[in-house]
């Protein structure tokens, strides 16, 4: 039986989608008829508060009313969708997450360099879709299996999409090595994702079984139950509490973990702990169980980890060092809590790299 929940150190939604998530939300309280470009986040309770508020997820730009606002999802677009929201009078606010705007960045500058550029991504994900607005001669290669279709060339450039794990990056880097006479590499994962990888990690190696919450179509959440099979602790993914319903799922453990995604906000964590609790704990656990699951999310945020979604206080962001482009950093470290974590994420980032293979 469970007697004990631990969630993940660094929790919550990342600022790229929680700015997404507020511009949104400011939009519809200013009474403006509010739609996304696409579901802003792959959250369905997310997504049904947003629908409670009058915001509604739109799939091309054709549905929407003229006059009416769009919000550009933290994913971003090509130029091209900005163009047509113009053409089509549409109040465009962007919520491309900063880091975003630093790769689309990046990635002007290496064409304008004159590069071949290798982008590691997943074919038509909003990221990547946008980005190729950028480079629309990238050559987006995923898994392992694609590489063989990258040329040789004499100078080539590598960057990828923000939440590719970095074990895949730093492959595919040294993979390239051999493809081309001068190889320019960016490295463009996102240390918000790479953090939450190392404490998930960190997790899966304390606990006997771990509950990874986020959309099934999250990419990076996928990624966190894939990093949990490696540390070799059972897991399962759900996207929301109700999705427990087996209580023998849990097996002999008496140690359960509970990690999220970027995309997954901390209420939903605190009610898979209350529900594993509720369902699979000792009767002691279980009679005490949403008192144990807040205290189980208390000790996990810690002020660096803590998002909006905690009201009062500021969530994470990269620092200059790590981001993309100092510029769009600065920019958007402003309106952050910063943290001095640099050193002590850069050798968990290697502690979980060394899991990940
Ligand atoms: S995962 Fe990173 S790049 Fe993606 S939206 Fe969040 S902060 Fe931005």
Not at 113 to 121: D, Q, R, S
Not at 182 to 193: A, G, M, Q, R
Not at 242 to 267: K, N, Y
Request: proline share 4%.
């Amino acid at each position: 039986m469970v007697q004990e929940i631990r969630i993940a150190k660094r929790t919550g939604f990342c600022y790229g989608v929680r700015e997404a998530v507020d511009k949104a939300k400011e939009s519809a309280d200013a009474g403006k008829r509010t739609q996304t470009l696409g579901q802003v986040v792959h959250n369905a309770g997310v997504i049904a508060d947003l629908g409670a508020r009058g915001i509604v997820s739109i799939a091309e730009l054709t549905e929407a009313a003229a006059g009416s606002t769009v919000v550009i999802r933290a994913h971003g677009v090509t130029p091209a969708v900005r163009s047509a929201a113009a053409e089509r009078d549409l109040e465009m606010i962007d919520g491309t997450c900063s880091w975003v705007i630093g790769e689309q960045k990046q990635l002007q500058g290496l064409v304008e360099e004159g590069y071949t550029i290798v982008l590691l991504g997943t074919p038509n994900h909003p990221e990547v879709v946008g980005l190729l607005g950028f480079a629309p001669d990238a050559i987006v290669v995923d898994d392992e299996s694609d590489w063989d279709r990258i040329p040789r060339r004499k100078r080539m450039a590598l960057i990828t999409q923000s939440t590719q794990p970095p074990w895949k990056f730093e492959r595919l880097a040294a993979f390239m090595v051999s493809r081309a006479h001068e190889l320019k590499i960016i490295n463009s994962v996102c240390p918000v994702t790479i953090r939450r990888q190392e404490d998930t990690v960190e997790l899966a190696r304390a606990v006997e079984f771990i509950v990874v919450v986020g959309g099934r179509q999250s990419a990076n959440t996928k990624e966190l139950t894939r990093l949990c099979e490696i540390v070799g602790t059972p897991a399962i993914q759900v996207e929301r509490a109700g999705d427990l319903t087996d209580a023998s799922v849990f097996g002999a453990a008496r140690v359960v973990g509970v990690t999220g995604g970027t995309s997954t906000p901390i209420e939903d964590l605190e009610a898979v702990a209350e529900r594993i609790l509720t369902m699979a704990g000792t009767s002691d656990a279980a009679a005490h169980a949403h008192a144990l699951a807040v205290a189980a999310l208390g000790a996990a945020v810690t002020p660096a980890g803590r998002t909006t979604s905690l009201p009062g206080v500021q969530s994470a962001a990269p620092t200059d060092a790590q981001a993309p482009t100092g510029a769009a950093h600065r920019a958007h470290a402003g309106s952050h809590a910063r943290r001095g974590t640099g050193r002590a994420a850069a050798s968990a980032a290697s502690a979980a790299s060394t899991a990940a293979r």
